[in-house]
């Protein structure tokens, strides 16, 4: 056996100091195929990586598994989902025994001037049983109260993330 590994080895160093010495002799093939490998490989990298992150990872909140969204068809076009109102929403919620938990989203694009800066981040328009739903709890601050649900509130309340109170307002604990 250690004779057949040996062997084995030999052959592999054999073959590499061979492809080493083919790729020396041509230098621009082995620029060329250096960097089609590379670019290969990273977005190879890159493509995982969002697939990891949207389909393979859970998301970080209670009985990921357990979440649905709804949609609705119309009679038209069923094969074309469209998503519900608010007003249905409210109907869902109040009339259905079936969910633990029902919450409303729909994403927006805040313009939020800080420091100077003007950014228009993507942010959701969220009911206010939306972290209590998700079982998701502020590391920092508060979420909402169960007042700020009724509708006609006068101070409309905003929970940013973590990254952003980092980045546009280096931490500081009088933003929240």
């Known amino acids: 056996v ?74 038209k076009y069923p094969k074309i989902l469209s998503r519900i109102s608010y007003l249905d929403y409210l109907d869902f919620q109040s009339g259905t025994d079936i969910c633990a938990g029902m919450l409303a989203a729909s994403a927006i694009r805040v313009p939020l001037i800080a420091r100077g800066q003007m950014e228009s981040p993507l942010g959701q328009l969220v009911s206010s049983n939306y972290f209590d739903v998700l079982g998701v709890r502020a590391a920092v601050g508060r979420t909402f109260g169960p007042e700020e649900g009724q509708t006609g509130n006068a101070h409309p309340v905003i929970v940013i993330s973590h990254s952003l109170w980092t980045r546009l307002f280096d931490r500081d604990e009088g933003v929240l």
């Open 2 to 75: 250690a004779k057949g590994v040996c062997r084995f080895c030999f052959e592999i160093w054999h073959n590499l100091r061979h492809g080493v010495r083919t790729l020396a002799r041509n230098p621009t093939f082995t620029v060329v195929a250096s960097l089609v490998l590379s670019l290969g490989l990273s977005s190879n990298l890159a493509i995982f990586s969002i697939v990891n992150a949207v389909l393979f990872r859970p998301l970080p909140v209670h009985a990921p598994e357990e979440l649905i969204s709804l949609y609705r068809a119309s009679q």
